[in-house]
């Protein structure tokens, strides 16, 4: 059993977890099957692994990760899979029910959610991931590696537009009216 977790300043926060079956895939044939929790890990996933991971997305972009019910056709996609990764930091509140009724054997660990809204914690994720790919799938390593490195670059333009588009607005008038509370990494790493 592997697990893979990430720190941030002094605080150690679990934001991605990717559980790899002991032994899986050593030299794969077919992609490693990969069961992401949520969209933007799901795509996350898909930059860092690219041709070699088939990505099952449980929550799409248009639900609600906090209320989703699964189903049992995603009990079957994570008990299938090589590798799952999950937020944590109890934002998948369902996730522990469905890792343990599908009968997976992964770990797991825990802190606080909507970490990725910094992009220097998105860089975080995007190393775990490669990580994660990289332990349950040896023999592509190096790809997995490569393709983190290829996106932790768009990150950064996306980081630069991001602060150029901030700063343009006066510091005054930067209010996020909202009714959930997700956007305290945003507003710590751009003000």
């Known amino acids: 059993m592997r697990r893979f977790g990430m720190g941030v300043c ?13 032994g899986a895939q050593n030299a794969l044939a ?11 890990l799901g795509d996350m996933v898909k930059n860092v692994g690219g041709d070699l991971v088939r990505v099952t997305t449980l929550v799409g972009p248009d639900a ?11 009990a079957k996609a994570v008990a299938q ?8 930091l109890h934002l998948e509140g369902w996730m522990d029910r469905l ?3 599908s009968g997976y054997k992964g770990g797991k660990k825990v802190t606080d959610p909507h970490a990725w809204q910094s992009l220097d914690n998105g860089r975080i994720y995007v190393r775990n991931i490669a990580d994660g790919l ?3 799938d040896p023999a592509h390593a190096a790809a997995y590696r490569k393709n983190a490195g290829m996106y932790l670059g768009r990150i950064g333009e996306t980081e630069g537009w991001v602060r150029k588009m901030l700063g343009s ?3 005054a008038e930067r209010k996020i009216i909202t009714s959930h509370d997700a956007f305290g990494y ?6």
């Not at 609600?64 to 699964?70: A, E, M, R």
């Not at 945003?186 to 003000?191: L, S, T, V």
Request: no cysteine.
């Open 10 to 22: 002094a605080l150690v926060f679990a934001f991605v977890f990717g559980f790899a079956l002991p």
């Open 30 to 40: 077919a992609p490693l099957k990969v069961v992401t929790s949520f969209s933007i």
């Open 64 to 74: 609600d990760t906090h209320v989703y019910q699964p189903s049992p056709a995603d």
């Open 81 to 88: 899979a090589d590798l799952v990764v999950v937020n944590g």
């Open 99 to 101: 890792v343990q009724t």
């Open 134 to 136: 990289a332990a349950a």
């Open 169 to 171: 607005v006066p510091k």
């Open 186 to 191: 945003f507003g710590d790493a751009y003000g």
